[in-house]
T-cell receptor, first 111, second 112 residues
Framework: DAGVTQSPTHLIKTRGQQVTLRCSPK?????VSWYQQALGQGPQFIFQ???????QRGNFPDRFSGHQFPNYSSELNVNALLLGDSALYLC??????????FGPGTRLTVL | GENVEQHPSTLSVQEGDSAVIKCTYS??????FPWYKQELGKRPQLIID?????GEKKDQRIAVTLNKTAKHFSLHITETQPEDSAVYFC???????????FGSGTKLNVKP
């Protein structure tokens, strides 16, 4: 079991560009949550996907959107990138009565 | 929404001493309180968790206590070792698979 995987590992973009991050959940998990972790801070909840629908959303603008596929994998899209979007983006997978497992993250740098 | 506060932001102890990290939360609907350890450049890893129907839980050198009335919970690490050095995050949630609200983190440094 590979656990939660994310791609790419690192990404450099310029302001105004768009980015797509990908996550594959741990085997047996059907729920995917995305978090943004700025340097020196705790992760902040972006949104959660279950059964291909956005189930919960944190306090992030509409520039942040996502998708979940029938195989439970998920994408996070960010449009019109700002310098402040530079962060580690963590994906976590879970299911009822199971703990959330975090992926290794994607380090996004916006120049 | 939920607000989780964590103290201290940094903690330095001598190897073998105990370390205590404290968190408070605001939403009485929170029932699940995990603690994560994050080493530099790595993913957060669950080290212990507690649910609101339990006041204390222990796993070897690590223990967590919860006071639901006062809305605070604490992580206790005994006999600290240099490999315990990392950033520790507390979190609160309605359940283990719901969205987590994280504290700001505590950087623990265990000096050999």
């Amino acid at each position: 079991d590979a656990g939660v995987t994310q791609s790419p590992t690192h990404l450099i973009k310029t302001r105004g560009q768009q980015v797509t991050l990908r996550c594959s959940p741990k085997s047996g998990h059907d729920t995917v949550s995305w978090y943004q972790q700025a340097l020196g801070q705790g992760p902040q909840f972006i949104f959660q996907y279950y059964e291909e629908e956005e189930r919960q959303r944190g306090n992030f603008p509409d520039r942040f959107s996502g998708h979940q596929f029938p195989n439970y994998s998920s994408e996070l899209n960010v449009n019109a990138l700002l310098l402040g979007d530079s962060a580690l983006y963590l994906c976590a997978s879970s299911s009822v009565n199971n703990e959330q497992f975090f992926g290794p993250g994607t380090r996004l740098t916006v120049l | 929404g939920e607000n989780v506060e964590q103290h201290p932001s940094t903690l330095s102890v001598q190897e073998g001493d105990s370390a205590v990290i404290k968190c408070t939360y605001s939403d009485s609907a929170s029932n699940y309180f995990p603690w994560y350890k994050q080493e530099l450049g790595k993913r957060p890893q669950l080290i212990i968790d507690i649910r609101s129907n339990v006041g204390e839980k222990k796993d070897q050198r690590i223990a967590v206590t919860l006071n639901k009335t006062a809305k605070h919970f604490s992580l206790h690490i005994t006999e600290t070792q240099p490999e315990d050095s990392a950033v520790y995050f507390c979190a609160a949630s309605e359940d283990n698979f719901n969205k987590f609200y994280f504290g700001s983190g505590t950087k623990l440094n265990v000096k050999p």
